[in-house]
């Protein structure tokens, strides 16, 4: 199993196979080493099925993921003349991580977050607690 933080580097596109199953093919990327020995690595991620469909509209250029994947392998290949390799993965699992941007954050999400919940109250002050606790 792999798991990793990555960038996504193109927005998702949900397709079909002959047999109807839907499919995302996601080029991600994340770095390896520090300052000057820093590069890039690119892994493309392919997603299946259900959770195909149902990510597809938030795995957007630039956003942050964890993906759990398996059946992890090199391919070898040319571009302008360069050699190179990326990782090939099936994913298992993706886990979506905020970009810590303030549109992500919808306004009933706000509104909801703002309210205390009646009969909580010492829950969410903090200058209700006891400080003659021993520890």
Not at 15 to 40: E, M
Not at 53 to 68: R, T
Request: with cysteine; glycine share 8%.
């Amino acid at each position: 199993m792999f798991s990793k933080l990555v960038r996504i580097g193109k927005d998702a596109t949900l397709r079909f196979t002959p047999s109807n199953k839907p499919v995302i093919g996601l080029p991600c990327v994340y770095d390896i080493g520090w300052g000057d020995k820093k590069k890039s690595q690119w892994i493309d991620v392919t997603i299946w099925g259900k959770q195909a469909e149902s990510l597809a509209p938030f795995l957007l250029k630039g956003k942050q993921i964890v993906i759990n994947a398996d059946d992890l392998e090199i391919e070898q290949y040319e571009h302008n003349g360069k050699s190179g390799s990326k990782l090939k993965c099936r994913a298992i699992n993706i886990d979506l991580v905020s970009d810590g941007s303030k549109e992500e954050s919808k306004p009933e999400q706000q509104q909801v977050a703002q309210q205390k919940p009646a009969g909580h109250a010492a829950l969410a002050d903090n200058n209700s607690f006891d400080d003659d606790i021993p520890f």
